[in-house]
């Protein structure tokens, strides 16, 4: 499997106030459209029928796909998979075709009704063109009340191992993060995007390829904010735990309350805000008078 630089120089002019201007190289990350195509056997053919179009940072565009397809209700199983492979021809100039065809397995039945349209979506949102809000819901799993508990102490410490993490980030400062955590504060898998959603998708397609969805041990870290979505995806994989660096929704707090996941924002600065499942965080509590 090819590798994709998730980063390129640019020539820019840098311009600082009481400072000459200086010429330098700079280094971006790199954003490209992926299709996402599904793959029917038929009459001893696959027959291709397209889902999505997402912007991503090229990389783990096998997991992205998997993971996509997982958390958006499509796929239940890995068995579901027969192959995921690259099509069409490279672009100029570059090695790696940006179409991705799931290969589903001989006799698996996928929800048609899922796919009346297609999911375009951008790297700001994930969510948009949605056909309504109801369909958000469907399919998406209350989490089991279990005796799972974090210190306070790992949450406080998930920011810092999740920077020390992200090296593209540290080259570029454009690229989102999510990492999956052990209970104990290890980091399990990282993926890096500069799509929010592109970068969730990506760790839970790398866990759901290797058999290892639900989740109901892990913590995930995203870096950003919280939103409805990212709620969603971590449902859908059975994530109890969602911590992110900025602050939730208001819908997405609504999300997590209803379906029984710990929801915690601003992990930052030694802090943070715990805004639903408070029972899996242990921290002492200090009456304010």
């Not at 992926?34 to 912007?55: D, W, Y």
């Not at 397995?105 to 969510?127: I, K, P």
């Not at 929704?249 to 379906?259: G, I, M, T, W």
């Amino acid at each position: 499997m090819k590798t994709a630089p998730a980063y390129s120089e640019f020539a820019v002019r840098r311009v600082a106030s009481g400072e000459p201007c200086v010429d330098l190289d700079d280094v971006l990350a790199i954003e490209e459209p992926l299709e996402i195509r599904l793959g029917f056997p038929k009459n001893g053919k696959i027959e291709h029928r397209a889902i999505s179009i997402t912007m991503r940072t090229p990389g783990d565009d096998e997991d992205l796909s998997a993971g996509f397809l997982f958390t958006e209700g499509i796929l239940e199983h890995r068995s579901q998979i027969a192959t995921i492979r690259r099509c069409g021809i490279p672009a100029k100039g570059k090695d790696l075709q940006n179409t991705v065809v799931v290969e589903l397995t001989e006799g698996v039945d996928v929800d048609l009704e899922r796919l009346t349209r297609n999911f375009y979506t951008t790297s700001s949102c994930g969510v948009c063109g949605k056909s309504s809000f109801e369909a958000l819901h469907t399919g998406v799993r209350k989490l089991d009340i279990s005796n799972i508990q974090v210190s306070s102490e790992v949450v406080h410490g998930l920011n810092a191992t999740l920077l020390a993490a992200q090296a593209t980030f540290e080259k570029t400062g454009g690229l989102h993060a999510s990492v999956i955590f052990d209970l104990d504060g290890t980091v399990d898998t990282i993926a890096e995007d500069v799509g929010r959603h592109n970068a969730l998708d990506k760790v839970i397609g790398r866990k759901f390829m290797s058999g290892e969805t639900p989740m109901s041990n892990k913590i995930l870290m995203v870096s950003g904010r919280a939103s409805f979505e990212l709620v969603q995806k971590a449902l859908w994989a059975g994530i109890p735990i969602l911590a992110a660096v900025g602050a939730p929704s208001s819908l997405a707090v609504e999300l997590a309350r209803e379906y029984g996941m710990t929801l915690i924002g601003f992990v930052r600065d030694e802090r943070f805000n715990i805004y639903c499942g408070r029972h899996r965080i242990d921290a002492p509590i200090t009456m304010v008078n």
